[in-house]
């Protein structure tokens, strides 16, 4: 394992840069805070790990080559951006219509478990910003004494452990708002409003972005 890590000074400084993309607040930390304040602990961290599992296939991605591949295709970041910018719309469509309806207290606890980890999941793994994360930053990090697939496996494995911690810091504090607005019939309705104007809101800001350039 040791062989497949660079040396210290280059490891600290992708530990650093890991931990900058982690906590700025993107699609992933937002669908965490929102889903922490609306389902409480539980869901947050549930939605963690979906989260989490997503940027495990964007590592796993990246060790095939593929986020290169965005890297350099206009039109295949334009696909899994737009993509990625209608399931956040979807999502806030969804958040709306549960705040309309109060969300029915009978609907099975699995299945609702189930669907927080897959819309975190989905939304981690369209997030183009970790896709270029990988295929911008770990080649840097890579040495040709050692297989590059392997090596970009472990970094990446490396960010969604950062990066899932970090995750749980922003879940565990919404999670200690929660409560209080759960107390308030009104601020809770008002709150899953805002969240699905979030998504939304999010949705397009991702869609209306420029996928290349800082421009």
């Known amino acids: 394992m040791v062989d497949l890590l660079p040396a210290w000074p280059l490891l600290s400084a992708f530990l650093l840069a890991s931990l900058v993309l982690a906590v700025t607040p993107g699609p992933g930390v937002i669908y965490i805070v929102t889903r922490s304040l609306t389902q409480g602990l539980r ?32 039109a295949a970041f334009a696909v899994v951006k737009y993509a990625g910018a209608l399931y956040l719309v979807y999502l806030g469509v969804q958040t709306l ?18 669907r927080i980890f897959r819309d975190g999941f989905v939304v981690a793994l369209l997030n183009p910003k970790t896709m270029l994360f990988f295929a911008a930053f770990l080649p840097q990090f890579l040495s040709s004494d050692t297989a590059p697939m392997l090596q970009t496996v472990v970094l990446g494995t490396l960010f969604v452990v950062i990066a899932a911690c970090t995750d749980s810091v922003y879940a565990l504090s919404a999670g200690v708002v929660g409560p209080a607005l759960a107390r308030g019939g009104g ?18 800001f991702t869609a209306l972005a420029q996928s290349r350039s800082g421009k």
């Open 97 to 114: 219509r549960t705040s309309k309806d109060q969300a029915s207290p009978s609907a099975p606890r699995p299945a609702h478990h189930a």
């Open 187 to 204: 601020v809770r309705v008002l709150s899953r409003y805002l969240s699905g104007l979030v998504f939304i809101g999010l949705g397009i």
């Open 43 to 74: 869901g947050g961290l549930i939605s963690v790990a979906g989260v989490a599992l997503g940027n495990l296939g964007n590592a796993l991605a990246a060790s095939m080559g593929l986020a290169a591949l965005f890297a350099v295709s206009a």
